[in-house]
T-cell receptor, first 118, second 116 residues
């Protein structure tokens, strides 16, 4: 079946602008995660949705970042007043359900959105 | 606090040989999951192998095996019979308990280069 998809694949914007990044998880996956990966680093957690609600948003760096998942499927990460330091690859991952076990525990990643803030 | 450490920034291996990528983790939790992901230059994060904290047997997936030593808190990835297509970044990750959100914590990664 289809994997996790993310759009756009690349986004170039100017400092101070607003951007939206979209994630379409694997069908039936109730858990959805956003991560941010800076150059040469491992991904860092931003926010986790279980269904429609944000179960953990402790990784969002500040109040310029916000994410929604209104119908429990597609999620949008929104960044206001972008700064050059926001430049990174934004990764989305989904998993079947939040319980232990190889089939349910594994988070599958999308191809990412490369955000460049000029 | 939970932490993943990968001490090898870069590794070289000859084609068809085996290679071990090191990963140690730090946690006081009893329930967690350990993962290895491969990230080629294209940027996608590809799941390779999973080990649950309560699993007594080491996980294997084709040419990949995970050497899980719980007492030492290590979860090394072994790739047998390396292929040129194995050249990529490899990330070790730990899934925190679900009552803490179930997020993945990643190490810094190891860049593997396979020589012909």
């Amino acid at each position: 079946g289809a994997g996790v998809s993310q759009t756009p694949s690349n986004k170039v914007t100017e400092k101070g602008k607003y951007v939206e990044l979209r994630c379409d998880p694997i069908s039936g996956h109730t858990a959805l995660y956003w991560y941010r990966q800076s150059l040469g680093q491992g991904p860092e957690f931003l926010i986790y949705f279980q269904g429609t609600g944000a179960a953990d948003d402790s990784g969002l760096p500040n109040d310029r970042f916000f994410a929604v998942r209104p119908e429990g499927s597609v999620s949008t990460l929104k960044i206001q007043r972008t700064e050059r330091g926001d430049s990174a690859v934004y990764l989305c991952a989904s998993s079947l359900i939040g319980t232990s076990g190889p089939s349910t525990d594994t988070q599958y990643f999308g191809p990412g959105t490369r955000l460049t803030v000029l | 606090a939970q932490k993943i450490t990968q001490t090898q920034p870069g590794m070289f291996v000859q084609e068809k040989e085996a290679v071990t990528l090191d990963c140690t983790y730090d946690t006081s939790d009893q329930s967690y999951g350990l993962f290895w992901y491969k990230q080629p230059s294209s940027g996608e994060m590809i799941f390779l192998i999973y080990q649950g904290s309560y699993d007594e047997q080491n996980a294997t997936e084709g040419r990949y095996s995970l050497n899980f030593q719980k007492a030492r808190k290590s979860a090394n990835l072994v790739i047998s019979a390396s292929q040129l297509g194995d050249s990529a970044m490899y990330f070790c990750a730990m899934r925190v308990p679900y009552n803490q959100g179930g997020k993945l914590i990643f190490g810094q990664g190891t860049e593997l280069s396979v020589k012909p």
